[in-house]
Every structure is written in structure tokens, then in C-alpha cells.
């Protein structure tokens, strides 16, 4: 069974932070490439951020220098951390295993208010 847990999402005003995880089990986690996506009402849902089993990276262009991706191939989790946060940024992030069926997990909400 493949499971993807978010958490961390919650309510920050503009230029705050947060750190969101993800915990996943049933894949071995150390080798495969880890993703964040986010939807937002109405649209569809965007890739934030990637890193690869050996710790490459990319990024959506409006989120480079503000989030950082990472991981913890020991805790089989998944980080993102969010500093100087927009109103933009609202949306529910996904945890993605890629390559992975059925690998997303059931989102966390994060709001930026103004």
C-alpha cells in the first residue's frame, strides 16, 4: 500500500513561513524522485518543486529563491519550506511520489492572507 501523508499547512500572512512534510511508506523512498504540487480553485494543479534520490532539485519559476525542497531518505519524508509566502501561494499542496501509481497524498491546505 502506497501512502503519502501531508502536514504543516495552516493559515500565515504575507512573508511568513511554513515547513510542510510528507511521510510516505509502501515505496522505497530512498529511490525515487519526490515532487510538491499545488491546485488552487479553478485551476489546475502545478508542479512547485522536484528533487531526485540524489538530491537534484527544480522549481516552478514563482517559487525559486522562496522554497526549498528537501529530504530525509532515513525518515522517508519530504519537506518544503515556504519563506516570504504570497497571497498567490494559496492553494492545497500534494506530496508525489513520482513514477509511483496512485502516489499522491490527500493535500494540506495553505492559506496567505494579505
Known amino acids: 500500500q502506497v501512502q503519502l501523508v501531508e502536514s504543516g499547512g495552516g493559515l500565515v500572512q504575507a512573508g511568513g513561513s511554513l515547513r510542510l512534510s510528507c511521510a510516505a511508506s509502501?515505496?522505497?523512498?530512498?529511490?525515487?524522485?519526490m515532487g510538491w504540487y499545488r491546485q488552487a480553485p479553478g485551476k489546475q494543479r502545478e508542479l512547485v518543486a522536484l528533487?531526485?534520490?540524489?538530491?537534484?532539485?527544480n522549481y516552478a519559476d514563482s517559487v525559486k529563491g522562496r522554497f526549498t525542497i528537501s529530504r530525509d531518505n532515513a525518515k522517508n519524508t519530504v519537506y518544503l519550506q515556504m519563506n516570504s509566502l504570497k497571497p498567490e501561494d494559496t492553494a492545497v499542496y500534494y506530496c508525489?511520489?513520482?513514477?509511483?501509481?496512485?502516489?499522491w497524498g490527500q493535500g494540506t491546505q495553505v492559506t496567505v492572507s494579505s
Open positions: 509502501g515505496i522505497i523512498f530512498s529511490i525515487k524522485a
Open positions: 508525489h511520489a513520482e513514477r509511483v501509481p496512485m502516489g
Open positions: 528533487i531526485g534520490s540524489g538530491g537534484w532539485t
